[in-house]
Each structure stands twice: as C-alpha cells, then as structure tokens.
C-alpha cells in the first residue's frame, strides 16, 4: 500500500493486491438485471415511468413509513421526522469500574483501556438476562477498528503524518483505544444509558491475551519469540464488522491487519510474496513499530500471520479467552454472518475487504446442537472454507478450500491445511474465485433466505477486468448482490449447498448523472445511495444499509438507507439518518422488538485537513476543546413504535 497524500484522510484506503485477471462478455449484467422488471437504469427510467405512473409517484411504493430525510452535509447528524437519537456512549466514556472520567488533554494508556475505545464499527445487543428476548436491557458490544491520530491528540496536525508522530505513550494510548467494548446499557423512561458498574463490562484492546485455534493453530509460521507454540497470542486489531452465533457468542472481524506492522522483511524477507498479496509492506501507518518488536516485521516476521482472522468470545463471561478460529481462514475480514442450514449445519457468510476479493462462506462439520452448549464451543474449529465463482447464467459455485482438492497441493506450495487457511487469499486464486468490488457486509436474510453482499466500490475495476457480478468499470459507489441459496423462500434454506443463484439487487450512485445506476424507478433524489458498507434486517426482511464513502463533494453525507427486499418497493431506498460531516455509518442493529436502532458513528471529523485542533466537526458534544467523538446512538420512534413501519 503505498504512501497516500497527506491530506488524505485516515480512513485505510484499499488499493487491491490482487493481480488476478479475469475478463468476462459485456452485456452479462444487463441480462441478471433485465430478469427482473423493476430494476431498471436510469436511462430507461423515464419510459418505464411513463408506463407505470402509480409507481414514481413521491413517496413510491416501499412499504416503510417514514418521510425520507434530504441529502445534506453538515456538522450534525439527522434523523427522519418523527424519530430521535441519543448518544448511548462516546470514546472515553467510562466502561469499567474504576475507569476515570474522560480528560482528552490528558490521556492515559492506563484510562483508555478502561474507557470506551475508539472508532466504534460492529455492535450487536445481546439481551439480559441471556436468553431473553428482552428488548430494554442487553450487553452492548462494539469493535474499535482503528485510531485517527490526528483526532485523538492536540499538536500532531492533520493528516496521515500524525500517526508517525505518536509518542511511545501515546501509540499505547491508541492500542489500548483498539478492540472491543461489552458494555450493560438499559432502557428507562425512554432513555438508553450504560450501566456504570455493570458486573460484564468488560474491554478488550491490543494487548488482550488470546488463544488461536483450528487448522492453523501452532504452525510453524505462527510461531514468535514471546510464544513458540503458535497458540496465544496478545490482542485483537482492527475490528471492523462482525456477527454473532446462535449459540450467543460473539464473532469480530479482524480486516485491514496489515497496517499496523513494518520493516525491510516486507520486502526481502522470506515471506515477501505472501506479504504482498496481504498488503503488508516496508512502512507501517503508525508509530507502534518503533516502540513494540511484535509490530516489526524484521524481528518478528510471523506476527502479521495472527492477525487477520474471526475471533469468537463469550459477551456473557468477562473473563472469557477470545479465541481466533483460523479455520474461517485469512484475510481481511469483514463481516460474519450466520445462517443455519436446512440441516441445522451453521454457515458463516463472510467478505474480505479489498479491492478484486473474494466472498467465502464456513459450513461447519456438525449441526447446531440448541440444548448442548458445551458441543457448540468449538464448532467453528470444524468444517469448510469455501470461495464463491461467479458464473454469467446466473449461478454461482461455492468452492472448498481444502488441502489436497485441485490446485491446492503441495506442487503448488500447500504442504497442509494450515497452510492453505494462512495463504487464503492465494488458494482462492488458484481456485479461480471472482474478484468482487470491495465485499463488506455479507448477510442473510432470516425473512427470506437471501444473502445480501455489500460492494463497497471499486475505483480501480477497468472494462478489461469486468466480471458478470461486478459489471462496472471505475465503480466509484458500489453495488449489492444478492446470492439465493437452494431453498430460499421455503423456509428449509440450504444454506450449505455449494451452488447458488445470483441476482444484482441495485448499482449505487445518483440516478441521471452517475453511469450504470439500477434501483427501483420511483427511486428519489434523496434515496439514492453511494458506497454500502453495512446491513441488517428488520422483522419484515426490509433491508437497511449504512455507507461509508458518500461524496462529500457533491454535498452528500454517509447515511442509513432502508428498502424493501420483495413486493412492489424493491430496491427503493429511502434516506433515514445522516451522518455529521467526516463519519460513516456502521453497524446498524434492531432490539428484538424492532423499536430501537443502535448504530455506530465512525470517524466523525475524518476530512481532509481535520485535525484535533481545528476538526471539522465537534460531534456529538459540541463543547470547546473537546475533539469530535465516535459513539454509539441509539434512534427511536418518538412516542414508541417500530422503526420504519
Ligand atoms: Fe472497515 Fe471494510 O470497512
Ligand atoms: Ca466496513
Ligand atoms: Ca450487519
Ligand atoms: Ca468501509
């Protein structure tokens, strides 16, 4: 990855490290979009509005009954009338016992490790007491992806030269700012708020002891100095999405691990080719290779390799060691989440984030056993990687990632499984996956069966490396996928299955003026939507997508959309939150009742030439001297009531 401008924002940027090229006919896309009537470019909107005028009346056909909000960018956040958000926690706020008040002019590793870390992406409510469906007291838990240096302390100015500033304190500071947060929150009198001595608060960091387990698990290219045995490890770095299991444990996604290590061995050290096909090079984003050996990939060539992988623990025991599945294999992951197959196999749909990468799927060995926990623990220590091919009829083929199966042998470099899982990426080549644009969220849909795959963007897809599921060259906004397991809409899903069918569910970007658009035609000019980042479903199978990457230039803020999935509304996305100027928008999740939405405000004052000192933005507290904060929110139907209905 090469050096970005410095007046670039933080905000890791994925230039792709994939060489695999693979041209496919042009014109395939327009044959998986013209299957389905609604889904129409915004060149042929106006005749087919014509035709069905009831359709591109304002408010459309979409079954979601909220004024949409307008496209607009600002210091502040919006919601859509008749809603209100509150902030639930911010960075800094107190999350353990004894943890200080929040004093941004003078940190602490030691206060930030009991605090709420920073830059907040996956969150997931998990009910109290476990097992409840209780929809006003739960266990917050929330990834720390990564830290802005240049928003974090005063007097290191804007930009990516900040990071290299950091002081040796300060780089603990932003360790300890990483990982995760299990937070009690409870809901009274309408207000969500942290419980302060909640006896399951707990934070995870970059120091946080760890067990790697599965196929991998004490390789030899896992193996370091501070552990010879390739089986623990410290902490956990940039979490971004994640899921959970139906065994109640959470599952985080470690993605872009690459940039917290440097050296010379990146490239003339004996792992350089596997280090270029992960993005792992000379220069480190941040200061942490000059204080801490394991960041220095001269004196500890491997520890890249522990980085990288699902992580699995127990929100319910504090005391839980998180443990790093390495049979849901290596890269740079976004996103887990499960279904449960027909068969009562469990099946986590996972992305790796970067340009020209794959989507994979993990179908454990053995079925879910509901009433036997003890059987569930290690269920994702068992089973099947696989890679999903794209093929233009239509159809896609999930293919296993198992050693001694086609190419992956040892005449090709793979000596066992282990080594297949910690080369992910280049066993998935050779396999001949499709390079997607970008995948972020990978979801099912409990209503339907249908798994939602959210392409980011991919500025560097050019005509000759179309494929038939990323069908647009410079895909500046991205665009989501929709995958139909065998199935889907009966309510015995084989999720498991290795094939599958595909359909495009829309093409972002503004209608009219950005090429190769597809939504609903009564699409608005405020529900278009550019770069889908993550997703969840309401109780109706409605799909809502947060965004990361909106064009600020064009005046357009990072949002929560939402739109029907099936029926008249599909693919008519409606604007419902927008964000303060600099943030995206992450992890969006329902209390089981669907009357409360959580979401992560991410980066808020990531712009260009934003600085502690001179942010772009003082959200959410508006105060002097007090740096813009990533938090939590929580948004409600003012009165009560379901979101969005
Ligand atoms: Fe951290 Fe793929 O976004
Ligand atoms: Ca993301
Ligand atoms: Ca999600
Ligand atoms: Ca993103």
């Not at 107190?94 to 004093?103: E, S």
């Not at 696989?386 to 001694?404: E, I, K, S």
């Not at 499709?434 to 990978?442: A, C, H, L, S």
């Not at 249908?450 to 991205?478: C, E, F, K, W």
Request: glycine share 10%.
């Amino acid at each position: 990855m090469p050096p970005l401008d410095d007046a670039e924002p933080l905000e890791i940027e994925d230039i792709g490290s994939n060489p695999t090229r693979r041209e496919t006919l042009a014109g395939i896309a327009e044959r998986r979009f013209s299957r389905r009537g609604m889904l129409v470019g915004a060149g042929a909107a106006a005749a087919l509005a014509a035709a069905g005028p009831a359709l591109a009346e304002a408010e459309g056909p979409s079954s979601l009954g909220f004024r949409e909000l307008s496209h607009r960018l600002g210091q502040r956040d919006a919601v859509a009338e008749g809603y209100e958000s509150q902030v639930v926690i911010r960075w800094g706020d107190p999350v353990l016992a004894d943890a200080p008040p929040f004093d941004p002019a003078a940190q602490t590793a030691a206060a930030q490790a009991q605090q709420f870390g920073y830059n907040n992406d996956y969150l997931d409510f998990f009910p109290l007491p476990r097992g409840s469906a209780s929809s006003d007291h739960g266990l917050l838990v929330v990834n720390h992806e990564y830290t802005n240096t240049n928003l974090i302390f005063p007097g290191l100015g804007a930009g990516r030269s900040a990071a290299q500033k950091a002081s040796a304190e300060q780089s603990a500071v932003e360790q300890a700012a990483h990982g995760l947060s299990v937070v009690e929150i409870r809901r009274q009198d309408g207000r969500w708020a942290p419980v302060r001595d909640g006896r399951l608060n707990r934070r995870i960091t970059a120091a946080t002891p760890m067990r790697i387990s599965g196929p991998a698990a004490g390789h030899e290219r896992l193996k370091t100095n501070a552990d010879p045995t390739g089986t623990r490890v410290l902490g956990t770095l940039n979490n971004c999405s994640g899921g959970n299991t139906p065994w109640g444990t959470v599952l985080t996604a470690e993605e872009n691990f690459n940039v917290y290590f440097g050296g010379a061995a990146a490239t003339s050290g004996a792992q350089r080719d596997h280090y270029k096909r992960y993005g792992i090079i000379a220069e480190s984003n941040y200061a942490w290779p000059r204080y801490e050996d394991r960041f220095n990939l001269d004196k500890e060539p491997n520890e890249p390799n522990r980085f990288g992988w699902v992580v699995e623990f127990d929100p319910y025991d504090p005391d839980s060691v998180p443990v790093k599945r390495t049979a849901l294999g290596h890269f740079k992951h976004e996103a887990c989440n499960h279904a449960i197959s027909a068969d009562g196999r469990v099946v986590i749909y996972m992305g790796d984030d970067e340009r020209f990468e794959y989507i994979y799927k993990f179908v454990t060995a053995r079925p879910f056993a509901p009433n036997d926990p003890a059987a569930n623990r290690d269920l994702l220590d068992e089973g099947t990687l696989y890679v999903a091919r794209f093929a233009d009829d239509g159809t896609l083929q999930w293919m296993p990632l198992v050693h001694g199966e086609g190419p992956l042998t040892a005449a090709n470099g793979f000596a066992s499984q282990a080594e297949v899982l910690i080369e992910t990426r280049r066993a998935a080549d050779l396999l001949g996956a499709t390079p997607m644009d970008r995948p972020e969220d990978v979801e099912p849909n409990p209503a339907t069966g249908r798994v939602y795959a959210m392409l980011t963007n991919n500025i560097s897809r050019t005509t000759q490396r179309l494929n038939p599921a990323n069908p647009r060259a410079a895909n500046a906004h991205g665009h989501v996928v929709e995958i139909i397991p065998p199935g889907a809409g009966t309510g015995r899903v084989d999720h498991a299955a290795t094939t599958a069918t595909w359909e495009i569910f829309l093409m972002a970007g503004k209608p009219g003026l950005d090429p190769g658009t597809r939504y609903h035609r009564a699409t608005s000019d405020q529900g278009w939507l550019s770069c889908p980042d993550n997703c969840a479903f309401d109780k109706h199978g409605r799909l809502w997508i947060t965004t990361d990457g909106a064009p600020a230039a064009a005046g357009v803020a990072d949002g929560l959309y939402a739109a029907d999935t099936r029926g008249y509304g599909r693919a008519l996305p409606r604007l419902f939150y927008q964000a303060p100027t600099g943030a995206e928008v992450c992890g969006p999740c329902f209390t089981p009742d669907g009357e409360t939405i959580f979401l992560a405000i991410q980066h808020p004052g990531e712009d260009p030439g934003s600085s502690y000192d001179r942010p772009s933005t003082r959200w959410p507290d508006f105060q002097e001297g007090m740096p813009p904060r990533p938090s939590v929110i929580a948004t409600t139907r003012k009165g009560g009531g379901e979101i969005g209905s």
